[in-house]
């Protein structure tokens, strides 16, 4: 079974035991499917979900990135608005994309929006370049390395 497929079982699942408890919220259905999560995770080798398995942790691991970037860069912005020094060095940069298909184009464009103090702004048509606006840029050639090899390669861990 691919990680696709046992997605969509896992789903089921959470409506199942959902409809069993008698409780259709977002709770129940949280329950439900963290326990088909569980589920898939003892019997993988049964029902040939190692792909889940894995794809489950490189998304939990995906989504804890994330939100530490969140945090530190609500952080930094806050910071910025709240003393009297001017520490923004705004910038606009080209990152060179290996993630291909529209989903993991917008994924990651997504993510960059998400993050205070950044924005996605263009694709280039070639659909290998994504223009963003960063309110700090002190070094372009960091922050590319630092998107490239942290939230790139994180949604294409998830993604492929």
């Known amino acids: 079974m691919n990680a696709t497929t046992t997605f969509l079982w896992n789903l089921l699942l959470a409506l199942v035991w959902a409809l069993a408890v008698g409780d259709l919220t977002v709770g129940t259905l949280g329950v439900g499917f963290v326990a088909g999560m569980l589920i898939f ?7 040939g979900s190692e792909a889940y398995a894995r794809k489950i942790g490189k998304l939990v691991t995906l989504i804890a990135y994330f939100l530490k970037d969140l ?4 952080l930094r912005v806050a910071h910025d608005i709240l003393t009297p ?6 910038g606009v ?8 298909t529209d989903g993991e184009i917008i994924m990651f464009a997504n993510f960059i929006t998400l993050t205070p ?3 996605s702004l263009d694709v280039s048509a070639d659909r290998k370049t994504l223009f963003i606006h960063s309110m700090y840029t002190p070094n372009a050639e960091g922050m590319k390395k630092e998107l490239k090899e942290g939230l790139e390669r994180r949604i294409l861990e998830v993604t492929r």
């Open 71 to 74: 945090v530190l860069s609500n």
């Open 117 to 119: 103090g950044t924005l």
């Open 93 to 100: 940069l080209a990152i060179p994309l290996d993630v291909t």
């Open 85 to 90: 020094k001017f520490n923004m060095r705004p």
């Open 41 to 47: 995770f003892v019997a993988r080798r049964v029902v």
